[in-house]
């Protein structure tokens, strides 16, 4: 997804957040990498030039996921990776690379979502659904 520095600094301004050079390039990573880990994304702020800690660029991904710029996907390898496609849509982790990838199924989600109009568990309002299929590359 081609994403210009023009539109990363308006939405850090929109969501009332200062512009720093690690928020800046924690979004930015977002949008150029697939599903990063944090750790990915402190390499790609390595790369850039970008001295960091752990602890910061975490606290700037909670940040954005409780500002609904981000959501966290959750793998069975235990690895938290980060999405900024917001809509229900499923994700396929790779069991032997840890690679996380978008799959959309509009028929899928639609039977999902339909499913839980229906039969919406008692006690519970469904905020959104994630759902992470677990493969082998083959």
């Known amino acids: 997804m081609e994403i210009t ?3 990363i600094e308006s939405t850090l301004k929109n969501l009332g957040l200062k512009i720093t050079k690690t928020r800046f390039f924690t979004l930015k990573s977002l949008y150029e990498l697939n599903h990063p880990s944090v750790e990915e994304i402190i390499q790609y702020l390595s790369n850039s030039e970008i001295k960091t ?4 660029v975490y606290n700037n991904l909670e940040t954005f996921e409780q500002l609904h710029l981000i959501k966290k996907v959750a793998t069975n390898g235990g690895c938290m990776r ?3 496609h917001l809509h229900n849509h499923c994700h396929i982790h790779i069991d032997e690379s840890n690679e996380v990838n978008d799959y959309n199924d509009e028929e899928l989600m639609l039977l999902i979502e339909n499913h839980f109009k229906k039969k919406n568990p008692e006690g519970y309002n469904i905020k959104s659904i994630d759902i992470v299929i677990n493969a082998k590359q083959i």
């Not at 800690?53 to 910061?56: A, D, T, W």
């Open 5 to 7: 520095n023009e539109h």
């Open 82 to 84: 980060y999405d900024v």
């Open 53 to 56: 800690s752990f602890q910061s």
